[in-house]
């Protein structure tokens, strides 16, 4: 049995414009000690599936469908108190942003402990020994000194470590990453991105690493799924991905990484702006910005195609052979 299991989930916002679907029918499993990476643009719906998953929404948000199982238990429905057993004791998450995920008002051993304490059964003395071994393990120096500090006092990668120190405290089975590096400059952002494969190796917990950075994916993750407009366009291995990417968002992500190869070309970036949840077309969601794009993918959403293996696929490019496919009802081509 995986350890997390997401079917058709669906969360919404309701705002004043109307409902917005940020996550419409996301499906996906995680196995224990697995490394899933979750790509996508921002306002693809990344982050709000994971949001969904700690059930830590906005007010606006709401759940409207779907299941969460965590460990065979549902997590949605949950009364509050079963949620607070889960969130950072079992499932933690690391934030885009340390600066504005720590309390400036009050100090890191401070935060460190309070999260120990209020997991844990230790005592202040224990939970002060236990945020003493958290930032050793996350290679922070002067651990003692750090304990004394304010978080505008440590650099942007000192932050992130004492974060990742936070979120691996209580030694969660599952540990959430939110763009763990996008605040950092690229030589803390491998020091992190190492750090945490060593840590995930050592603790043996299973990491969903939500990221729109592709080397990233490349360089820790298993399984990856690809979002746009709030739903999965393509799923599959790390190699099956990067080796033979079958949704036409996928190629054009690939497209847009920088190459040795490039040879001084100009890289080629997806045309147009991400789509309007509030206005979604009758078609495929990506059809306005696909340069491939065809009739029938202005009128009829494609369903999941299965490419073989665990490679699947949301694109009408996959059917262009099957002309059958393409001339099917409506209802007929899920």
């Not at 340069?291 to 009408?316: F, Y």
Request: charged residues 25%; hydrophobic residues 40%; proline residues 5%.
């Amino acid at each position: 049995m995986a350890l997390l299991e997401v079917k058709d989930l669906r969360t919404s916002f309701f705002t004043d414009a109307g409902e917005v679907k940020a996550v419409d029918g996301v499906s996906f499993e995680l196995d224990r000690g697995r490394v899933l990476g979750i790509v996508g643009e921002s306002g693809s719906g990344k982050s709000v599936t994971a949001y969904s998953i700690m059930q830590i929404l906005a007010p606006t948000g709401k759940i409207v469908g779907g299941s969460i199982r965590f460990d065979g238990q549902e997590l949605i429905g949950a009364d509050e108190n079963h949620m607070r057993r889960v969130r950072g004791n079992r499932i933690s998450i690391i934030f885009q942003d340390p600066m504005t995920s720590l309390n400036p008002t009050y100090t890191i051993g401070h935060q460190l402990m309070e999260a120990i304490l209020l997991h844990t059964g230790r005592n202040k003395s224990e939970a002060r020994d236990r945020a003493l071994e958290m930032l050793t393990l996350v290679n922070v120096n002067e651990p003692h000194k750090r304990l004394k500090q304010y978080p505008f006092e440590l650099s942007g990668g000192m932050r992130q470590r004492v974060m990742i120190a936070m979120a691996l405290a209580c030694e969660p089975d599952i540990l959430i990453a939110d763009e763990p590096t996008t605040a950092l400059d690229v030589t803390i952002q491998a020091q992190i991105l190492e750090l945490m494969q060593d840590l995930q190796k050592k603790l043996g917990m299973a990491i969903i690493m939500i990221t729109h950075d592709l080397g990233v994916v490349a360089q820790m993750c298993d399984e990856v799924i690809v979002m746009y407009a709030g739903a999965v366009c393509e799923r599959g291995t790390a190699d099956e991905i990067f080796y033979t990417p079958a949704h036409e968002y996928t190629k054009g992500l690939m497209r847009s990484i920088p190459r040795d190869e490039n040879n001084g070309q100009r890289l080629r970036p997806i045309t147009g702006t991400p789509i309007d949840l509030l206005n979604m077309p009758r078609g495929c969601p990506f059809a306005p910005r696909c340069e491939n794009a065809m009739k029938v993918c202005l009128t009829q959403r494609p369903g999941i195609m299965d490419l073989g293996g665990s490679h699947t696929s949301a694109c009408w490019m996959n059917y262009k052979d099957t002309a059958a496919a393409c001339a099917a009802p409506e209802g007929d081509k899920a």
